[in-house]
């Protein structure tokens, strides 16, 4: 069963700080059409610049993501996203007047709190899945890093953090399915280590940065000494601290593995940039935001390819197929040695792919040639014909009385040899909608990724006398 497009059915608006500028930011969440997607939208600049939230447009991975487009830069975006993400929500305009967005408690449960008060709902388009059949991979030996996916008919994450800390030691989390997504994780906070905090304000960041948006955590013995004078560089008020290791603020822990419980957050945050839903499991080990866009590229490569028009069409050969050839046979009136296609794969109202396997007993090899067998550019021609015919005579309540019969052949190119041992992947599409019994339709043949041959065909059909 498909499902739908989201978004929300009226605009809602939060204010706070930014994480690194310390700036007072208004972020307003708006309402978009379908196939919007998120857009970020810098109110505070003449021209009220926008800015897509895609992988392409990702600047800079240092401490956060931030993402550039026509002169403005929107930063720490993977909260946001996140919280999009996980309510299942596709199409966003997110106005906001700062180069960065609020960190509020430095999770994601304040945007989902917002968004679901303005009421997530259905759109009138179906979402544009993704759906992962072949492992995609991205790996960095010298940190340890790897993320990977494996097919699924759901979406799920898996993420291992390990810092060599004594406090961290190694951590798991699991998001099984988008629905578990505001109780699990939305809550998770960011952290930072203690030792981090003077470079990072020494480097003009984590200016809103305090102890109600960050879990900081102590790795070794530290007086309070040095704790009072890291207070005094962030202008904060001194705490006075009992335990010498361990979470300075571990009274606001929700979950004993949090801190990789967030870096999920984080991950599903920078997927979001992928632009499209996927369906798929995802293992991530020590993943941050660098890794988790380089990743998302990869996927991104992948969609594209895999969406071009003359890329290979996936497909599973263990599903079931939609005709095999038996019921093929109940619908053309081919037969040996003229019966192309061996099975129907995938069906839709406009498009088909179909298979034949190409051996060395097919009889034309007997002729063409004797010492180097190459299937005939006419005959797979007439397979991809024979394929779309099943297209259009499954439009038909009693196909076993029609014939379809070439009307024209136009733009066919032969791009690479078909010999035994290959097998064919037929992908056909209607051009323009069936009128008065003609069809023009798109046909390529496959063989593996590689296209082998391509035309365009137009056929009639024709109810057989009897």
Avoid: W
């Amino acid at each position: 069963m498909s499902e739908k497009q989201k978004t929300i059915s009226k605009p809602v608006s939060l204010s706070g700080a930014g994480l690194h500028t310390g700036l007072n930011v208004n972020i307003t969440f708006n309402p978009a059409p379908v196939n919007h997607g998120y857009v970020f939208k810098r109110i505070d600049l003449d021209g009220k610049p926008t800015v897509r939230a895609i992988v392409e447009n990702v600047v800079d991975t240092s401490r956060s993501t931030v993402i550039e487009e026509n002169g403005a830069r929107v930063g720490t975006v993977e909260h946001v996203l996140s919280a999009a993400y996980g309510l299942g929500i596709d199409n966003l305009l997110i106005e906001i007047d700062a180069p960065e967005t609020p960190i509020l408690d430095g999770s994601a449960s304040k945007f989902v709190n917002a968004l679901e008060s303005a009421k997530v709902e259905d759109q009138e388009e179906d979402k544009n899945f993704f759906i992962i059949k072949n492992s995609i991979n991205y790996s960095d030996e010298e940190h340890g890093i790897e993320i990977m996916t494996f097919p699924d008919n759901n979406f799920s994450l898996n993420v291992m953090i390990d810092y060599n800390s004594s406090v961290l030691g190694n951590q798991y989390a699991t998001l099984n399915s988008l629905s578990e997504y505001k109780t699990e994780i939305s809550e998770c906070k960011t952290f930072v280590f203690l030792r981090e905090l003077e470079f990072l304000l020494k480097n003009n960041l984590i200016k809103g940065g305090s102890l109600d948006n960050a879990l900081v955590i102590i790795e070794k013995e530290t007086t309070q000494v040095e704790l009072d004078r890291i207070a005094d560089l962030f202008n904060k008020p001194r705490i006075e601290v009992t335990k010498k290791q361990g979470i300075l603020n571990s009274q606001d822990l929700i979950f004993p593995n949090e801190p990789a419980r967030h870096k999920l957050l984080d991950l599903l945050g920078d997927l979001a940039l992928i632009g499209v839903p996927i369906k798929g499991k995802i293992l991530a080990t020590r993943p941050g935001h660098a890794s988790n866009v380089e990743f998302a590229k990869k996927i991104k490569q992948v969609i594209k390819k895999s969406r071009s028009k003359n890329s290979a069409p996936n497909y599973n050969l263990d599903k079931e197929p939609v005709f095999d050839i038996n019921a093929i046979k109940g619908m053309l009136p081919h037969r040996y040695p003229f019966l192309l296609v061996d099975k129907i794969l995938e069906m839709s109202d406009t498009e088909i792919i179909g298979l034949k396997n190409v051996t060395m007993n097919e009889p034309f090899f007997t002729g063409h040639f004797p010492e180097e067998p190459i299937m005939p550019g006419v005959l797979i021609v007439e397979a991809m014909a024979q394929t779309g015919g099943i297209l259009v005579l499954s439009s038909v309540p009693d196909p076993e009385n029609y014939a379809t019969y070439f009307m024209k052949i136009d733009k066919v190119k032969f791009k690479r040899k078909v010999v035994p041992g290959d097998t064919l992947i037929f992908k056909l599409e209607l051009m323009t909608p069936i009128r008065r019994g003609i069809a023009n339709v798109r046909g390529q043949a496959f063989v593996g990724e590689h296209l082998a041959v391509e035309g365009e065909l137009m056929a009639q059909v024709m109810k057989v006398k009897k």
